[in-house]
Structures are given as structure tokens and as C-alpha cells.
């Protein structure tokens, strides 16, 4: 092959790096898979905690642990920038006719969860996806966007956020402590099963 004839081949064909960057079918699949089981569980286990305790913001704390176990088993599967935003979008979007995401039905779920999935891929793009990255992800979505959702949901005057309003800072703790739970376990299933044929699917494209 002549030098003309390569350099034109390598104009043509992608090179090896940026193909990873992007997402292939196996890799959406699963992120399609996982942001659906996400919410499917959060609605699911919200709900019955929110009847069992007869307070409708009761579902905030098992939530946190769902997402915190299911965001980093997909994360840390494909290890690419804009997973958690995707999964994010799916959850918003189902989301929209329920109680999740602030109680009251709205297209604003949508936009909602992508900020949280950009904050969040942000940050663990940053630390390269290392543990640590997903802890310090975490706690840096809550800072932003606790006290921006609780004054949202206050000018939607949405019962309880302007009480809520108030005690942001407790909240932010208590929810980054439940999301780190879950980081633990989801860190434990992920170890589990990273060498499960399934998973080595969607990790080795």
C-alpha cells in the first residue's frame, strides 16, 4: 500500500479510541435495561414504603440505595462517559406520569434527571472511574441539585418542600450516606458478576 493510499485509510476508518468512546447495541441494551430496572424498583419499593409509613417523601431513602447499587454495577460495566446520563433520561421519562421525582406529574422530570445524570457522569469521567470517583459523583449532585429541586418543587408548591427547604443540608447527608450504601453493595454484585458471560459481553466491546 502506498503512502497515499494509507493515509486515505486512516482518514476513512475510526480509529480504535474513538470506537470505544462510543456506545455500541450491546452496551445501549444494557444501559436501556438497567436505567428501566432502576426506576421499576425504585417505583416499586418507594411506594410500598411510602404506604407502609404514611409519608410520601419516605421513598427518597430507599431510592437512594437503588440507584446508589444500580449506577455503579452499569457504570463500572462500560466505563463510559454518558451512562448515567442515559439511564437517567429513561428513569425521567418513566417517571413523568408517577409520584417519583417529586410527587407530581410533569414533563420537568425529564430535564431533572439529566442534569443528575450529567453531574454524575461528569465527575466519574474525571476520576477515571475509580471508586472513589463514584462517592465524590454522589455527594457533589447532591450539593448542586438538593437545594435547586427542593425551591423547584417549593414554587410548584408541592406540599412539604418548603419545610424541606429548610433542612437541606441535613438532607444531603442522609441521602449520600444511603447512596453510599448502595455504592457498596452495587461495588459487591459488580464483583461478583463482572465475570458472569453476560456482563463480559457489554465490558469487552
Known amino acids: 500500500m502506498d503512502t497515499q ?8 476508518t475510526p480509529r480504535q479510541d474513538d470506537k470505544r468512546k462510543r456506545f455500541n447495541t450491546k452496551e445501549l441494551s444494557f ?12 417505583f416499586l419499593f418507594g411506594n410500598v414504603l411510602n404506604i407502609a409509613t404514611g409519608n410520601p417523601a419516605a421513598s427518597g431513602f430507599i431510592t437512594q440505595i437503588i440507584q446508589g447499587i444500580i449506577l455503579t454495577v452499569a457504570v463500572l460495566t462500560t466505563r463510559k462517559f454518558g451512562t448515567a446520563t442515559y439511564m437517567w433520561l429513561i428513569y425521567g421519562i418513566l417517571a413523568i406520569p408517577t409520584t417519583m421525582w417529586g410527587g407530581l406529574p410533569g414533563i420537568y422530570k425529564v430535564l431533572i434527571s439529566l442534569a443528575t445524570g450529567l453531574i454524575f457522569d461528569t465527575v466519574i469521567y474525571f476520576f477515571r472511574y475509580k471508586i472513589k470517583g463514584l462517592f465524590v459523583g454522589s455527594v457533589t449532585t447532591y450539593i448542586i441539585l438538593v437545594p435547586v429541586l427542593l425551591w423547584f418543587y417549593k414554587q410548584l408548591n408541592i406540599p412539604g418542600a418548603e419545610k424541606f427547604l429548610k433542612y437541606w443540608p441535613i438532607m444531603i447527608v442522609i441521602f449520600f450516606a444511603l447512596f453510599s450504601l448502595g455504592i457498596w453493595i452495587g461495588l459487591k454484585i459488580f464483583n461478583r458478576i463482572k465475570n458472569k458471560r453476560t456482563i463480559k459481553l457489554v465490558m469487552d466491546n
Open 5 to 12: 493510499t494509507q493515509n486515505q485509510s486512516n482518514i476513512n
Open 31 to 42: 444501559i436501556g435495561l438497567m436505567g428501566a430496572l432502576m426506576f421499576a424498583l425504585s
